[in-house]
């Protein structure tokens, strides 16, 4: 018999629902941006703004590797919740052991085609001849734990759909707490440099899987894992890449961006005043951390109800879709207009920590913070968007609103920006995409809701009359 916390997506009460789920999302988030803050900060501490650089620079490939993995976590999650809303709960299964092969076979894919094309990826990516030997040392032993980047977060999603995402968290503590420890014993202890913090982040992340995996073995987990349900069903398979693809092509086109971004650095940071591409890439290094920081918690909050809006879609409670739309989206933007205002005031003392010292480094992270998060409180609306339509099976539009940011505004006004004003252009470039893409969810989700039924009496209704 199916375990009860399944039911009670579809009948417990809304805001209880979304703060039981959101809240463990939240810090799964949250301590998934440490693995890279964590680094960052001990690489600036025992490295350099060289080693900071050099991570920066291996960004676009770690993203890559979280597209793949989101592909297939994602994609199933999605597929297995609107299941579950069907009680169709032996295709979940099916679904969620062919998500777990999928996972390991990306793995060994990125681990290949990395160590084979590291270094021409590498300086395409702008690193330098000071710059690549931290980078390449960095993602060569990062690729070793490929596998384990794959796993933990792409079956995170399943524990927290058959409602436990309280264990889902604590997986990640589990995690992030293993690698802050491992990355101050290898890098201030045992002064293992840039290696000691690749070494402790694909450490920490095995540690992490095991506990993953294990829940699926449990005696209460209601949908487990099987040997037998592991053989890859095509039909299944086709329909994970279809869901998964939107918010995995977002990682992709983040990578992209990326690559276009610390090119963009590294050549106006060498005719800004600071004289330095090297350091105007280390700087972004800092801004991108400290953004994924203040950034995860939204993106865990909107993550945290997927899996309501995947059940209830498929349940067809369309009343219960339009709430659990309507309320993230008005908390969602209250936090991030905290949240701009936190980042405009106390920017310096945000990015200080991870300068080491270097004034230069913090007088440029913390002016290109203010104007690179300008837009933050833009962000909830994108994000509410894709999620939605990621959520309810129409990737189409989720492929839409997720292009609109990163490769029709992002990378254009990167590159328009940084012509105009130089190198402060290329932060200025990010408020502008934030923007557009918070218009076209709107457009998006307005012309949805127009065509959705606003009560279960009048979905009903509509049923019978096709019947």
Avoid at 147 to 168: C, D, E, L, V, Y
Avoid at 387 to 397: C, D, I, L, S
Wanted: with cysteine; proline share 4%.
């Amino acid at each position: 018999m199916l375990n009860h916390k399944l039911n009670s997506l579809g009948t417990a009460s809304i805001p209880r629902l979304i703060l039981t789920f959101s809240v463990p999302a939240i810090v799964s988030m949250v301590i998934e941006s440490l693995y890279n803050i964590v680094d960052r900060y001990f690489v600036g501490q025992g490295v350099g703004y060289l080693g900071i650089a050099g991570i920066t620079l291996c960004f676009p490939i770690s993203l890559f590797i979280m597209a793949l993995s989101m592909i297939i976590g994602v994609g199933a999650n999605t597929l297995f919740s609107i299941r579950l809303g069907e009680q169709k709960y032996e295709q979940a299964k099916i679904i969620l052991n062919n998500a777990l092969l999928l996972l390991i076979l990306m793995a060994l894919f990125s681990f290949v085609f990395g160590q084979i094309f590291m270094e021409p990826l590498l300086r395409s990516f702008g690193a330098s001849e000071e710059t690549l030997p931290y980078a390449t040392s960095y993602m060569r032993i990062i690729l070793c734990g490929a596998i384990f980047q794959t796993i933990t977060p792409g079956m995170n999603h399943f524990i927290r759909s058959m409602g436990h995402p309280k264990t889902a968290m604590i997986r990640n503590i589990i995690g992030a707490g293993c690698n802050v420890f491992f990355d101050w014993l290898f890098i201030m202890k045992f002064h293992w440099g840039i290696e000691g913090a690749a070494y402790a982040t694909i450490l920490s992340q095995f540690i992490a899987s095991i506990f993953v995996i294990s829940f699926f073995f449990k005696k209460n987990t209601p949908i487990k894992l099987g040997f037998r349900y592991m053989r890859l069903k095509l039909p299944f398979v086709r329909k994970i890449f279809l869901l998964g693809l939107p918010p995995s092509l977002m990682q992709i086109c983040n990578s992209l961006m990326n690559v276009v971004l610390n090119n963009s650095l590294a050549y106006y940071g060498m005719k800004s005043t600071y004289q330095s591409g090297d350091l105007a890439i280390s700087a972004f290094g800092i801004i991108n951390s400290v953004a994924m920081l203040l950034v995860m918690p939204l993106l865990g909050f909107i993550q945290g109800i997927q899996p309501l809006i995947g059940y209830n879609f498929g349940a067809k409670k369309f009343a219960r879709v339009r709430k659990l739309l309507k309320l993230p989206l008005v908390y969602g933007t209250s936090i991030m207009l905290l949240i701009w205002l936190f980042v405009q005031t106390f920017a310096e003392h945000l990015v200080a920590p991870f300068s080491g010292g270097n004034q230069d480094l913090t007088n440029l992270a913390s002016s290109g913070m203010r104007l690179w998060l300008f837009g933050i409180p833009m962000i909830a609306v994108g994000a509410l968007s894709a999620n939605f339509f990621q959520g309810t099976g129409k990737p189409g539009r989720a492929i839409i609103q997720n292009l609109m940011r990163q490769v029709f505004l992002l990378i254009p006004m990167i590159l328009l920006m940084a012509y105009i004003f130089g190198l402060k252009g290329v932060f200025l470039a990010a408020p502008i995409a934030d923007t557009g893409a918070a218009i076209l969810g709107i457009v998006l989700l307005y012309k949805e809701l127009k065509k959705m039924p606003h009560n279960d009496f009048e979905t009903h209704t509509a049923l019978n009359k096709k019947s």
